[in-house]
């Protein structure tokens, strides 16, 4: 540990001291380093048997579930790294080099920090590198410090993480009670001998709010779209996966209370997919709308995490497995296509020099390989097949429909909720990515763009397609991943999974032949309509607009009006409110307005701003005895000591 | 196999018995049956025309819609014979296949930069997204019903001890309504309308031509293809000799025909503000159903 704390330290100093250019080779080096190194390490993990401990030193113990997080965490960081080099360039010009240098210095720290999270069990440890790991994520949000907003939206994401930690510090201490120091190992102890509720709820606060369940979310909305876009891929992608890591972390320590702790996570988890979901159709900041997306996700993934702990409770082996390898696999597949989205969102803003996807439009003709990129990510994130996302949704139902066959009353309810959320947040995805795809990439520009927008660089490209390879490869050959995701679901959380394998299999199987069959069906239907109209030329003519000619790109439809219906079908639980136009009474021909809609996150107003609100209240009220004037200080200094006398006359203290 | 076939066989009905039925009970002559897929032949052998604007999206997502409800068809029972594609969950499938279908209308509907085709695409969204429970909802009941997770098995209703044909009418009834909902019939949408801001399928479509358009309306006859065979599958036994069952899905799908004609001839559509009400309640029916199933299988 301390080695490797003094090795990074020393690529920080060689970092700061070096020119700008190589600073970035060593960066790259470093970070290829650090991920052939553990990428080894975690392989080495998945592949023996037994949790190997033998194979790092001191504090750190890698067993299979740590060893597929940070495989994951390896892949995105490269991904993120390499756009990282295409993305920073305009900045390269109007940024201070040591500025630049320290965001290369923190994507080190964030890497190598993330990487530590999972490996270590040590209390003391795991909470400085979790620790660096949010301090070097807030230096990488607050990379545009100049713009408006980006330092609040730092400072808040700091200062929740930190409510977070104290959250997991807590539990720690309660649960390594009696313990000689504080350790995730002791709460097996714990767990046997304690009821389970409160220490669980402790750790699902502390780490719910780095994953951004449903309550404890405010942070990600404004982060997100405050970072650089390969920042925001990494944090969404792997970053907030180490909430769920950790939550997965205490589950496999639990002992009792399964029935409650489940119905608990499958609630929360529920509200919060729809919740994340429900709010992203509503925004019109691409960014933002990702961001709400992680929380659906996040939702999914702990839909998939509630049933596993549900199953446990009532023996079900294949609601438990199918449930948490639900979870694990969507966690895969949202770092993948989730980084891909927010890189091809940053490639979109980087050449528009916005985030309101009303301003955008037409630009497939301009990016094509961005916009196929996009159009791949949405798709598989809508959970549609024949894409990843779809595996890790039929895992989940699969559990669902399991536990809904064999049903108690109590629990039927449970899952039949987890079920409509399930398919709700399929159909809302679906007409939120739909909305965002086609207002960005298809149709005309709604407004002129500053410049011609041209196609990402190589860089930028590249690391967009880079995880559309796993995502299509997923999605089609199901069959080559499910066998060895149920073995390491079965050996991180002791299941039988041989049972449930088979018949998994065989569904994978079959959706691999409805996957090809799909993609046969669609060349051969695509020859056959070449041969159809070989005798003609394909031609183009004007859209259709009803009879009148003088159609312009304004009166497109835009994502206000896509979403219209469904805002008003909302309005109960999400306010959209929008600036009134009025019209003064000299006013005989209207004058130029600006018109602005928005939703507000009712959670951020009452649960963070009234809060806020009221402690400052309070200060502002306290400062009436702040005078400034020496006398006054002398005198409270006096009642103080007098007070003091007091208590101790009276033996209150 | 041959419940493809009879698949395929039914969609080459369905919408001329629709048509001639509207036709018979208006009192005019009407075309004939075929009349549909004549016209779906003609649209085959044209060219094509793409709007100025739109770009690779409209020209490859006519044939991703079309070839994911091909596929979706794959998995569908007909009365005891078995589908080409069953495994356990195959429903998820289905109706993700049936949704991606969907998603590639939708982004087709956008790449004209037509001011009317996102009115369509957004109450197509709107509408597939609320009447998707209802279809889990029925398959969550049956699989407490049968204890089964496959299509294939599933629908296999009168099979079982406390079937009543109640069940298989009350599904047959979500069903249905389900395939009004999703082919964008009366009383949702009207396919005959004239008028660009009351359409929905037919306004996504206005800039898709040719060869596009057939393969699209291909797909929509196939869509109701499927949604009758589960509506057979659920009323009739399967375990019939094979003619019984032939004849009988013939006239199970013949009179889903005429029925579908008849709501059309007598009943208006409604208002674009009323239908998400409708549609809610087509999946509270659906809530209801479940829960009489609880009730059937002692769960209370």
Known sequence: MIYLLIFLLVTAFLIMVIRQRSALYVTGLTILTVVVVSSVISIKCLISADTATGLLPAPFICDRLSAFFILIINFTVITGFLYSTGYLKPYLKNKPEKWIKLHYLALIWLHASMIMVPLLRNGFWFLIAWEIMTLASFILVIFEFDEKGTLKAGISYLIQMHVGMVFILLALILSSRGFNGVSFDNLDFYFRHNSNWPVFLLFFTGFGLKAGFFLLHTWLPDAHPAAPSHVSGIMSGVMIKLGIYGILRITTYLSADFAQIGAFVIIISAITGLFGVMMAILQHDVKKLLAYHSIENIGIIGLGIGLGIFGISSGNTFLSAAGFAGALLHTLNHSLFKSLLFYSAGSVINQVHTRDVEQMGGLMKFMPYTGWAFLIGSVAISGLPPLNGFISEFLIYSSLFNGIASPEFNKLIILFIAMLSLVLIGGLALLCFTKVFSVIFLGQNRTAYPHQPAEANKAMIFSQFLPVIPVVLIGFFPVLIIKPLLILTGSIFSLETTALSGSMFASMSYISIGAVSLLFLFVAVLIIRTYAVRKYNVKTGPTWGCGYTAVDSRQQYTATSFVQEYANLAQPVIKTGHSNINYSDDEIFAEKREFHTHSDDFVKSKLIFKPVEFVLNLFRRAAVFQTGRLQHYVLYLLLFLLLIFLLTFLKVI | ?300
């Not at chain 2, 040719?210 to 006859?221: D, E, H, K, V, W």
């Open chain 2, 1 to 300: 196999m041959t419940a493809l076939i009879l698949i395929l066989i039914t969609s080459f009905f369905t919408a001329g018995l629709i048509v001639r039925t509207k036709s018979i009970v208006s009192g005019r002559k009407g075309p004939g049956v075929f009349q549909p897929w004549k016209n779906v032949l003609v649209l085959l052998r044209k060219g094509l025309i793409y709007s100025e604007i739109s770009g690779i999206i409209s020209r490859i997502a006519p044939v991703i819609v079309f070839a994911s409800v091909a596929i979706s068809s794959l998995m569908i029972p007909v009365a005891g014979f078995k589908p080409l594609l069953s495994f356990n969950g195959d429903f998820i499938l289905f109706a993700y296949l049936v949704a991606l279908a969907r998603f590639m209308m939708i982004i087709a509907s956008f790449d004209s930069g037509s001011s009317f085709e996102g009115m369509g695409a957004s109450r197509e969204a709107l509408y597939g997204m609320l009447i998707e429970p209802a279809l889990f909802v029925i398959i969550a009941g049956l699989v407490i019903f049968t204890g089964q997770f496959s299509l294939s098995t599933l629908f296999d209703l009168p099979g079982e001890a406390n079937y009543n044909l109640v069940y298989g009418l009350i599904i047959s009834y979500i069903i249905g309504n389900i395939t009004l909902i999703e082919n964008s019939r009366v009383p949702v949408d009207d396919p005959k309308t004239h008028l660009e801001l009351t359409m929905i399928h037919e306004v996504m479509v206005l800039d898709t031509s040719g060869f596009n358009l057939g393969i699209i309306q291909i797909a929509s006859f196939f869509k109701f293809a499927i949604f009758g065979s589960l509506i057979a599958s659920t009323l009739i036994p399967w375990n019939l000799p094979v003619h019984w069952r032939i004849i009988l899905f013939a006239a199970v799908q013949i009179l889903f025909a005429v029925i579908i004609g008849l709501i059309e001839s007598f009943r208006t559509r409604f208002k674009m503000n009323r239908n998400q009400q409708y549609i809610l309640t087509v999946t509270l029916i659906s809530v209801l159903l479940f829960v009489v199933i609880l009730f059937t299988k002692n769960i209370f």
